[in-house]
T-cell receptor
Framework: AQSVTQPDIHITVSEGASLELRCNYSYGATPYLFWYVQSPGQGLQLLLKYFSGDTLVQGIKGFEAEFKRSQSSFNLRKPSVHWSDAAEYFCAVGPSYGGATNKLIFGTGTLLAVQP | EPEVTQTPSHQVTQMGQEVILRCVPISNHLYFYWYRQILGQKVEFLVSFYNNEISEKSEIFDDQFSVERPDGSNFTLKIRSTKLEDSAMYFC?????????????FGDGTRLSIL
């Protein structure tokens, strides 16, 4: 069955430090991959997406993610974290082109805390 | 930037009562979705809707649930007889095309509390 794993439930980083949030997926083909961010009391905001092509994708707020087919991973990175990045981050997968479904499958999320 | 809007932001309902959650998708979008997130758990797909009919639903979406697009702008989720386990955050989403081409844009959610 399709699934998404985010191994880190909670991460704390210092402001200005680099960040990497892990995401692994299980899917029969190459899926479409997404990272969403949820700030307290807010909805899910799309950070970036991977459909095809260049495996390093750039998103909003200085985030990037790299798709590694051999590792079934799509890790999210940011070179220098700001206090406003404190939020919960969700990795999600969707079906590849031509799939019969269009639902998203989400990971359990990683809660990011930023220390001053 | 266009947004998906959801009302109310918080709904408190007695068990067994009917509840309707409302969503206004982005105006030119064609695909509509409901997801839910039980506290402390992952976001789960409930249903997708296209061309005035359900295109897919999960096993969670049983006979107690229904969706409707009553006019050109609103998209609603109705729970006929609420249960305690329906307490969750419910997210509406919309997309311009099928997932393969366009990502889903989410609203801020409605927190449903069943007493």
């Amino acid at each position: 069955a399709q699934s998404v794993t985010q191994p880190d439930i909670h991460i704390t980083v210092s402001e200005g430090a680099s960040l990497e949030l892990r995401c692994n997926y299980s899917y029969g083909a190459t899926p479409y991959l997404f990272w969403y961010v949820q700030s307290p009391g807010q909805g899910l905001q799309l950070l970036l997406k991977y459909f095809s092509g260049d495996t390093l994708v750039q998103g909003i707020k200085g985030f990037e993610a790299e798709f590694k087919r051999s590792q079934s991973s799509f890790n999210l990175r940011k070179p220098s974290v700001h206090w406003s990045d404190a939020a919960e981050y969700f990795c999600a997968v969707g079906p590849s082109y031509g799939g019969a479904t269009n639902k998203l499958i989400f990971g359990t999320g990683t809660l990011l805390a930023v220390q001053p | 930037e266009p947004e998906v809007t959801q009302t109310p932001s918080h709904q408190v309902t007695q068990m067994g009562q009917e509840v309707i959650l409302r969503c206004v998708p982005i105006s030119n979008h064609l695909y509509f979705y409901w997801y839910r997130q039980i506290l402390g758990q992952k976001v789960e797909f409930l249903v997708s809707f296209y061309n005035n009919e359900i295109s897919e639903k999960s096993e969670i979406f049983d006979d107690q649930f229904s969706v409707e697009r009553p006019d050109g702008s609103n998209f609603t989720l109705k729970i006929r007889s609420t249960k305690l386990e329906d307490s969750a955050m419910y997210f509406c989403a919309s997309s311009d095309g099928q997932l393969q081409n366009q990502p889903q844009h989410f609203g801020d959610g409605t927190r449903l509390s069943i007493l």
